[in-house]
Structure formats: structure tokens, C-alpha cells
């Protein structure tokens, strides 16, 4: 069983940057590539952000308009998520988890754009 944990959130003007992480422990059964970022804004469904296809190259939400880039770190466990040109739209809270072997959701973590 993993841990993940997200961190990197914040505050940011809209059109500014954020780089959010994604770090596993506890299990050496899931793996960066593994491992896709989801967010959930207040009185919406949590939807799929980005993460990676079966081969290995990265899958993102349409909509981002490629403004989002996934990457990971196997040796760090951990996977990142750069946030640009960031919209007041993609305020949420965004959380990490598993795209195969999915665990227990953590708190996530808080990205506030402001116009």
C-alpha cells in the first residue's frame, strides 16, 4: 500500500506558474509513471488532469490546452505536475493518485488562481 502526498499548491496570479509534487512512500509497487493528478473544484466533480499512457508518454485533460506538464522522478518517487498560464478556472484542490492501482486519496493540495 502507497502513500502519496501532494504539496507545492498555492497562491498565484492568473498567468503565473505553479509546480505541484507528488511524492510515494511506502510501497515500491507503484511507480512515477504510475501516478496522474486529479483536482476537484469546489461543486465539481474530480476530474482526470494529466498523467500517463500505458507506454509510458503523457495523457493530459484536453482542456488544459497544453498550459500543464507531467513529468516524473523514479528515483525521487515522485511525480510533478508545471502548472502555466494558469487560469482563474484552474482553482481546485489537486490530488495525486495511483492510474492502474489507485490508493487512499490524501488532502491534496490548494491551487488558488486570482484574477
Known amino acids: 500500500q502507497a502513500e502519496l502526498e501532494e504539496s507545492g499548491g498555492g497562491f498565484v496570479q492568473a498567468g503565473g506558474s505553479l509546480r505541484l509534487s507528488c511524492t510515494a512512500s511506502g510501497s515500491t509497487f507503484i511507480r512515477a509513471n504510475e501516478i496522474g493528478w486529479y483536482r476537484e473544484a469546489p461543486g465539481k466533480e474530480r476530474e482526470f488532469v494529466a498523467g500517463f499512457k500505458r507506454d509510458g508518454s503523457p495523457d493530459y485533460l484536453e482542456s488544459l490546452e497544453g498550459r500543464f506538464t507531467i513529468s516524473g522522478d523514479n528515483a525521487k518517487m515522485t511525480v510533478y505536475l508545471q502548472m502555466n498560464s494558469l487560469k482563474v478556472e484552474d482553482s481546485a484542490i489537486y490530488y495525486c493518485?495511483?492510474?492502474?492501482?489507485?490508493?487512499?486519496w490524501g488532502q491534496g493540495t490548494q491551487v488558488t488562481v486570482s484574477s
Open positions: 493518485n495511483g492510474l492502474w492501482k489507485p490508493v487512499v
